[in-house]
């Protein structure tokens, strides 16, 4: 009897088989499409493995939800579809924050706001972007530490890049005295930023008077460097800007000061001396 029984089932069983074995298929084949796709875009590979993951899961799923049916097990499927439902809201809950990078990752496949390689911010944290994870995003920061950003701050938290263009500009300021040549100092600082090693010809760097204190004219200078050069970092190229800037004022002979209640006469002074004898 329960040969026949068996007998009886077994085409149904094949059938069951043979429609759920093509769902999977038919899965992986739409998991493939996807990922070269996401191929010729500038996506991460990371988001390439994962969206092909989450494509053949829901793929295998369903082929397993269509195969219970088939073999008269609908009331079994219909419970591991509420099952599931209700198995994700409770693991949701459980791994809130987890849930909740991989979610912003997600977003970050398709927003885009950085790539490897860009020097972003977010709170303070400045780095070069290693790798892009879906949970996180590995910087590497100029004083050689590896940081882990969560997905959901890149998301909920402002943040810079400072090689979406490829530009980033640096300034300084300067104070002269009252009765120093404003303009000719202007053209000199220029001369001495425009010829600093990393400082690029375009955009031109630009000096300006900035003020006026009490005790001096203050100038700033504007300078802007490639922020893919790792060799020239801003502050490196900056305080080379400031050095030259210092000693080609001194040698033209300005008093300059740097807030500095007082200006400062940097000039060479001669100074005779007469001895007396008595």
Excluded: C
Aim: proline share 4%; hydrophobic share 45%; glycine share 6%.
């Amino acid at each position: 009897m329960e040969i026949d029984q068996f007998i009886n089932f077994l085409p149904r069983l094949i059938i069951a088989l043979i429609v759920a074995l093509m769902v999977y298929i038919i899965g992986r084949i739409i998991a493939g499409i996807t990922v070269r796709i996401l191929n010729r875009t500038n996506m991460p590979v990371t988001y390439h493995e994962f969206f092909r993951k989450m494509v053949s899961g829901v793929g295998v799923f369903i082929a397993f939800i269509i195969f219970l049916n088939l073999i008269g097990y609908s009331t079994l499927a219909a419970s591991l579809v509420a099952g599931g439902g209700l198995t994700a809201v409770m693991l949701g809950f459980a791994f809130k924050d987890i849930g909740e990078n991989f979610l912003a990752g997600f977003f970050l496949a398709f927003s885009r706001p950085f790539n490897a390689d860009d020097v972003i911010e977010t709170e303070k944290i400045v780095g070069k972007v290693k790798s892009i994870q879906l949970r996180h995003t590995h910087i590497r920061t100029p004083d050689g530490s590896d940081v882990f950003i969560p997905s959901a701050q890149l998301i909920t938290k402002p943040l810079r890049n400072y090689t979406l263009d490829g530009l980033h500009r640096g300034s300084f300021v300067i104070g002269i005295d009252y009765n120093n040549d404003v303009q000719k100092a202007l053209e000199i600082i220029l001369q001495a930023v425009s010829q600093t090693p990393g400082v690029l010809k375009k955009p031109v760097p630009t000096t300006s008077i900035k003020g006026f204190d009490p005790s001096f004219v203050e100038i700033q200078a504007l300078l802007w460097i490639s922020a893919r050069d790792q060799e020239h970092d801003l502050d490196i190229v900056r305080t080379s800007a400031m050095e030259r800037t210092r000693k080609a004022l001194i040698e033209n002979g300005f008093t300059f000061s740097s807030d500095m209640p007082t200006a400062i006469d940097m000039r060479p002074v001669d100074v005779n001396v007469n001895q007396k004898n008595d």
